[in-house]
T-cell receptor, first 115, second 113 residues
């Protein structure tokens, strides 16, 4: 059962434009929502993350918007650059029986920023 | 500081064989998790280990097993390989407690032929 749904599957934007990627989750026990960026041949790297008690978090050109009632969150990339071209994954964590956490990932969005 | 290191980087195996993948976490990190990333999909959780104990298991068959050593490095073992096991296997390490940031290695690309 897919617990985190991500859209769109692919996205093409012009340099300087805004890239928007959306995710929806089902499990209300999730308590941490990170976004990862992955370049070809590399492992995912944490980009930005948010907790459900916050509606928005901004770090540089990257902003997460979080809607707890709708169980949705989104990533906005302002002033998109060709170097932002990568695959982006949303994720959510569930408190496990241990002290560390397990990530449930969305299916990914391949972003292409045209020069 | 060195990041998460995984070995080997690439591996080709034949159906029915066994494979062992290795992971060294970031120094000071005591938790290691394993993920399988099939081409075009998001990573799927396989195992989590903390302080050498299994703390979580994803929806994978018993052919998959793992362990964590006293130095916190970890091995992922897959028996009776199937073509569908072809994927990028990712290891992630994290500190204990409320810090939930997971740092991923570059992965091991496993191809089963």
């Amino acid at each position: 059962q897919q617990q985190v749904k991500q859209s769109p599957q692919s996205l093409i934007v012009q340099k300087g434009g805004i890239s928007i990627i959306n995710c929806a989750y089902e499990n209300t026990a999730f308590d941490y929502f990170p976004w990862y960026q992955q370049f070809p041949g590399k492992g995912p790297a944490l980009l930005i993350a948010i907790r459900p008690d916050v509606s928005e978090k901004k770090e540089g050109r990257f902003t997460i918007s979080f809607n707890k009632s709708a169980k949705q969150f989104s990533l906005h990339i302002m002033d998109s650059q060709p170097g932002d071209s990568a695959t982006y994954f949303c994720a959510a964590t569930l408190i496990s029986s241990g002290s560390a956490r397990q990530l449930t990932f969305g299916s990914g969005t391949q972003l292409t920023v045209l020069p | 500081d060195a990041g998460v290191t995984q070995s080997p980087t690439h591996l080709i195996k034949t159906r029915g064989q066994h494979v062992t993948l290795r992971c060294s976490p970031i120094s000071g990190h005591k938790s290691v998790s394993w993920y399988q990333q099939v081409l075009g999909q998001g990573p799927q959780f396989i195992f989590q280990y903390y302080e050498k104990e299994e703390r979580g298991r994803g929806n994978f068959p018993d052919r998959f097993s793992a362990r964590q050593f006293p130095n916190y490095s970890s091995e992922l073992n897959v028996n009776a390989l199937l073509l569908g096991d072809s994927a990028l296997y990712l290891c992630a390490s994290s500190r204990q407690g409320m810090n939930t940031e997971a740092f991923f290695g570059q992965g091991t690309r496993l191809t089963v032929v």
